[in-house]
């Protein structure tokens, strides 16, 4: 998996691609009127186009499928016409705080189109698949109650401890929400360890912290996130004797052992149901961050958060949602088995300059798919702001990018 260093580097390093379409190679058969008859049955063979479509859709929710948990205007009927067309589509978000399964029904019934898991990526998705914390202790941070716990033992993770479990264990390990005691009571766990410094070797350790969803008690999660990031090796109530060491590398910071970090959507903002757009996953991070930095010195004295921040626009999260697409594109067009060819294009649609259109410019496909990114104005982009990142196209909303998208490939419904 590449660092978070390295994604960013990859970010700066990606070009800017040409805004205007080459048009499919197959509208070329049009030359071919001027040519003899033989030339022209051989050119119209070779180059009818296939019918299948070539395209497919990516789409962001919030803010393009439903705002806050209300469907946005046409946003049915633009899944709809793709589902009776057989165009393939995924859904791709930086929300999460559920199962897929839990998620997909509710969509499903919310927006009056059959869907599943197979079509579903949401931020904490590519947690799944990282086995070798399965049988580890690991933290799981965010979400109402303790649902994200929930998500993680679905995926396979055998030791989940949240914050909320540490709270209720330890009340004096963070005072200002002993107030909220008995609200976190009904839904903690006992631990499986107790902190206990003066014997580390069986005191609670974590190997992995995750931010599942975005955190609810802010203050509860800085300040536990941070003891992990300070102890030694995960070990709850230790503090690391590394830390501050100018001769070690990041002063000594998170060299002793400690669990990576790892975050699930980077958003600062999303479109919720208030007008203005509120503070994401990413604020909780920027928060942590200050105050990582307040500790350390923090990057003007040469300390960094270690940490890794998938969901869009980062290049892993597209590559696992590229994967999902093309696997259900076969299966949504596998009578076409072994004739369906490559798919050239993604229409990535979506409300959020920072991640759906930075991350579809800046996507690199493996596979040489080229991502078109379609920003909408029913969510964070407002008309007549100027986008921090230019889309290929902007559209009024979801209807009007699959509009869009089918008139540029001219497909025949
Ligand atoms: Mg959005």
Request: net charge neutral; hydrophobic share 35%.
């Amino acid at each position: 998996m590449l660092s978070h260093a390295s994604w960013s580097s990859f970010l700066r390093a990606s070009s800017r691609r040409s805004l205007f379409f080459t048009p499919p190679s197959y509208l070329a058969a049009n030359v071919a009127t001027n040519t003899s008859p033989s030339l022209r049955r051989s050119f119209q063979t070779e180059t009818t186009p296939p019918s299948y479509p070539e395209f497919a859709f990516a789409f962001d929710i919030d803010g393009v499928l439903l705002r806050s948990s209300d469907p946005l205007p046409r946003a049915h009927e633009a899944l709809s016409y793709l589902q009776s067309q057989r165009i393939p589509f995924i859904l791709l978000t930086n929300g999460g705080g559920k199962h897929e399964l839990d998620r997909v029904s509710e969509l499903s019934e919310k927006l009056s189109v059959p869907l599943d898991t197979s079509m579903f990526v949401q931020s904490h998705t590519p947690f799944a698949d990282m086995d070798e914390y399965k049988g580890k202790t690991v933290m799981v941070a965010g979400g109402d109650e303790d649902r994200c716990r929930i998500v993680a033992e679905k995926y396979g993770f055998k030791n989940v401890v949240t914050p909320a479990d540490i709270l209720a264990a330890y009340p004096d390990i963070w005072p200002f929400s002993r107030q909220l005691l008995p609200y976190y009571k009904a839904f903690t766990r006992p631990l499986p360890a107790p902190i206990d410094p003066s014997s580390p070797s069986t005191s609670l350790k974590i190997d992995a912290v995750f931010v599942y969803s975005d955190p609810r008690d802010w203050g509860l999660d800085l300040q536990i996130i941070k003891d992990v990031l300070l102890s030694q090796q995960g070990i709850m109530g230790t503090l690391s004797p590394k830390n501050g060491d100018a001769s070690l590398p990041n002063k000594g910071y998170q060299q002793d052992g400690q669990p990576p970090l790892y975050f699930s959507n980077p958003d600062l903002l999303w479109a919720a149901k208030y007008h203005l757009p509120r503070l994401g996953q990413g604020g909780f991070r920027e928060a942590l961050e200050g105050v990582w930095a307040a500790l350390t010195g923090g990057e003007k004295g040469g300390v960094q958060l270690q940490k890794i921040v998938m969901g869009k626009p980062h290049q892993p999260t597209y590559e696992f949602a590229e994967k999902r697409l093309v696997a259900h594109r076969k299966k949504l067009l596998s009578q076409f088995d072994g004739s369906l060819g490559h798919l050239k294009r993604v229409y990535m649609v979506g409300d959020n300059p920072e991640s759906d259109i930075l991350g579809g410019n800046s996507y690199r496909s493996p596979l040489g798919t080229d991502w078109v990114s379609v920003l909408v104005q029913t969510g964070v982009y407002v008309d007549g702001t100027v986008p921090a990142h230019k889309p290929r196209k902007i559209v009024g909303g979801v209807y009007d990018a699959v509009s869009w998208a089918v008139q540029q490939e001219h497909w025949k419904s």
